[in-house]
Structures are given as C-alpha cells and as structure tokens.
C-alpha cells in the first residue's frame, strides 16, 4: 500500500547524496542537479527514496572502477514520446517532475535494456543480483501513476528517469466526508497565509479566496508578523506552512502572533509527517494541524474548527 504525499525531489535527492557518499566507493563521484524550486511531487516518500537508492546501486555496480553519479530534478516541459505513449490521457493534461539518475558506467546493450525490468532478470552473479530492483521500481512508478525511461549504450553509461506527478496537479485526494456539503464560512474571513514554497502559495490563495476569504499571503515568518502589525484590520485566522525556509519556522510564528494577536486562530500545515509529530506536542488544544495535500472542502473544515475552538 503507498502512502503518496507531498515530496520535495531537492531534499530528498540531497539526502540520499549524504548517504550515499558516506557508503560507497571514494571513487564514485556524486553530483545534484536539482533546483531548489523544483516543484513537489506527490509520491510514496519511503517507496520513493528506496527506488532511487536501487537505481543508485545499480549504477555503482555498473561502475566498478568508480565514475560519477550524477542526479536531477527539474520540473519538465514536454514529455519525451515514448513516455507521453505510456502515460496516455495523463501525460497529456499533467504536470510532471523528471527525477534522474545518470552514470558513466559500463552501459547497456539493446537486449539487457529490453529485459532490464522484468523480475528477476540479471547479468550479475548468482548471488549477487536476484533480479527484482527495477521490477520493483517499475511498478511503484506506474502506481504512482508516473512513468520510467532508460537511455543507456554499451561503454556510454546509462541514464534512468522517474516522470512523476507534479503535487498540485494531482486530483485532491478523495476524503471519505467530502461530499456532505461545503462547510460554510463567515463572510470576508481575513486570512494571513504563510507559505515559501510560490506554487503552493498561489494554490492555497485561491481556495481561500473562493471560500470567500480575504487573503494577505507572505512567503515567510518575518514578512507575516510585519504584515499583521501594519494591517489596521485584525486577522481572524493565521494559516501557516511549518517549514518556512531559512527563517523562523511557522510554529514559532503562530506562538509569537498568538501572544500578541489573542483572538487569532492558528491552522498549521505541513507535507512532513514528522513536522506534523513535532509540531502536535508543542501546539496548544485550539492549534489545528493540516497535512498537505489536501482538498478545499478539508481547508474549509479546518478553518471552520479553528476559529469555533480560538480563544
Ligand atoms: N545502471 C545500470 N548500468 C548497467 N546495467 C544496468 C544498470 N541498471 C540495471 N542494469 C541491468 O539491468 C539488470 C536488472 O537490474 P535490476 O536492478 O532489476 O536487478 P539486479 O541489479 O541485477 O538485481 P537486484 O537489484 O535485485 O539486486 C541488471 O542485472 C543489469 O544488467
Ligand atoms: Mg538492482
């Protein structure tokens, strides 16, 4: 069973690089490509990563001699033919983010690239390969409703692509309740919005705004709490991502804003589990925490029960 979340390619490809230069051979080079703006995705982030470290293990054993590993996340423009056939309808309308894995190693010939994703196919020795890493990748791609691309040449290393599906475009998923009517909300709610990450920003301003809300966004912590003390009307809610980049983080700022705005009402949101975790031990009972992605109507639920449970 996957659990698709939020993904951010840039943290996860910089972690793996961590780990991997920790654990393998000082002669394999490792190198990131990945623009810190590189969109999310939505994704397994356990299934993922561990697709990627197969990709990265097979590409360490296709260089015995040492090379480099090179890895890249961009946001793409056009899908490469042969991707747009398998995705279909799909790869038609969506958004998707290219994650690759480039080696210099030994390569492939025609005929391995052709069986490279049947299970338990392997040119490595008995008991070194059983056959089942790209098998494996390949259908945690196709679940993720992504697609997989080789481009290898014997003697010319070997490039392997992820196309998966850009967060923000995937359909919201299905919450069981969603369908017992929109969630009504006071008239002209003003709401402080605080969220780095531009994309996500423009989505989570627009549903708001259809919600009726009046927006002000910020793209962090600092520039919020300026906001709010200039603003002559008063914020009823603050609607804040918990990592906010550099800065000062969103639970630090639903703290400092509370103490000096008491009737506001916090919503935090995160893609991060873990964030989620933390951030539930120091918040208050009238604090609600929202785990991205999530749809209008959940938003709207979540701000109808912070602002009926703010002080
Ligand atoms: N980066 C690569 N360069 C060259 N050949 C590769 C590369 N990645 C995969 N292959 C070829 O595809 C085959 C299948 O790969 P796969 O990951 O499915 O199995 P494996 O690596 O042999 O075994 P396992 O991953 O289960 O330990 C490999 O045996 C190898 O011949
Ligand atoms: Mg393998």
Same mark, same amino acid.
Not at 91 to 102: D, N, T
Not at 107 to 118: C, D, W
Not at 224 to 238: C, I, K, N, P, R
């Given at each position: 069973?996957?659990?698709?979340?939020?993904?951010?390619?840039?943290?996860?490809?910089?972690?793996?690089?961590?780990?991997?230069?920790?654990?393998?051979?000082?002669?394999?080079?490792?190198?990131?490509?990945?623009?810190?703006?590189?969109?999310?995705?939505?994704?397994?982030?356990? %299934?993922?990563?561990?697709?990627?470290?197969?990709?990265?293990?097979?590409?360490?054993?296709?260089?015995?001699?040492?090379?480099?590993?090179?890895?890249?996340?961009?946001?793409?423009?056009?899908?490469?033919?042969?991707?747009?056939?398998?995705?279909?309808?799909?790869?038609?309308?969506? &958004?998707?983010?290219?994650?690759?894995?480039?080696?210099?190693?030994?390569?492939?010939?025609?005929?391995?690239?052709?069986?490279?994703?049947?299970?338990?196919?392997?040119?490595?020795?008995?008991?070194?390969?059983?056959?089942?890493?790209?098998?494996?990748?390949?259908?945690?791609?196709?679940?993720?409703?992504?697609?997989?691309?080789?481009?290898? %040449?014997?003697?010319?290393?070997?490039?392997?692509?992820?196309?998966?599906? %850009?967060?923000?475009?995937?359909?919201?998923?299905?919450?069981?309740?969603?369908?017992?009517?929109?969630?009504?909300?006071?008239?002209?709610?003003?709401?402080?919005?605080?969220?780095?990450?531009?994309?996500?920003?423009?989505?989570?301003?627009?549903?708001?705004?259809?919600?009726?809300?009046?927006?002000?966004?910020?793209?962090?912590?600092?520039?919020?709490?300026?906001?709010?003390?200039?603003?002559?009307?008063?914020?009823?809610?603050?609607?804040?991502?918990?990592?906010?980049?550099?800065?000062?983080?969103?639970?630090?700022?639903?703290?400092?804003?509370? %103490?000096?705005?008491?009737?506001?009402?916090?919503?935090?949101?995160?893609?991060?589990?873990?964030?989620?975790?933390?951030?539930?031990?120091?918040?208050?009972?009238?604090?609600?925490?929202?785990?991205?992605?999530? &749809?209008?109507?959940?938003?709207?639920?979540?701000?109808?029960?912070?602002?009926?449970?703010?002080?």
């Amino acid at each position: 069973m996957l659990q698709p979340n939020a993904v951010d390619p840039h943290a996860m490809l910089h972690s793996l690089a961590d780990m991997l230069r920790r654990t393998l051979d000082q002669r394999i080079g490792i190198v990131i490509d990945a623009t810190p703006d590189c969109p999310p995705v939505l994704a397994d982030p356990g %299934q993922l990563e561990s697709a990627l470290l197969n990709i990265a293990i097979n590409a360490r054993d296709a260089m015995p001699e040492g090379g480099t590993l090179h890895f890249r996340a961009e946001a793409c423009g056009a899908l490469p033919r042969e991707v747009l056939n398998e995705l279909g309808e799909a790869g038609e309308h969506g &958004s998707f983010v290219a994650i690759s894995v480039a080696d210099s190693g030994t390569g492939m010939t025609e005929e391995v690239k052709e069986r490279a994703f049947e299970p338990f196919f392997t040119t490595k020795e008995a008991g070194r390969g059983t056959g089942l890493g790209l098998s494996t990748v390949y259908g945690f791609v196709k679940q993720s409703k992504g697609a997989i691309a080789i481009a290898t %040449q014997p003697g010319a290393g070997t490039t392997v692509t992820l196309y998966l599906p %850009q967060l923000f475009d995937a359909a919201p998923p299905a919450a069981p309740d969603d369908d017992d009517g929109e969630q009504a909300l006071p008239a002209g709610l003003r709401v402080m919005l605080v969220e780095d990450d531009a994309e996500v920003r423009k989505v989570v301003h627009t549903f708001l705004a259809t919600l009726g809300c009046e927006v002000v966004a910020a793209e962090n912590a600092e520039q919020a709490l300026v906001q709010m003390e200039s603003d002559t009307g008063a914020f009823d809610v603050l609607l804040s991502d918990i990592a906010l980049g550099p800065g000062m983080r969103g639970t630090r700022l639903a703290a400092e804003a509370q %103490q000096r705005f008491p009737r506001l009402a916090i919503l935090l949101m995160s893609g991060f589990s873990s964030e989620l975790l933390d951030a539930d031990r120091e918040a208050p009972p009238s604090w609600e925490l929202l785990r991205k992605p999530y &749809s209008r109507a959940e938003l709207a639920r979540a701000l109808a029960r912070v602002l009926a449970a703010r002080p």
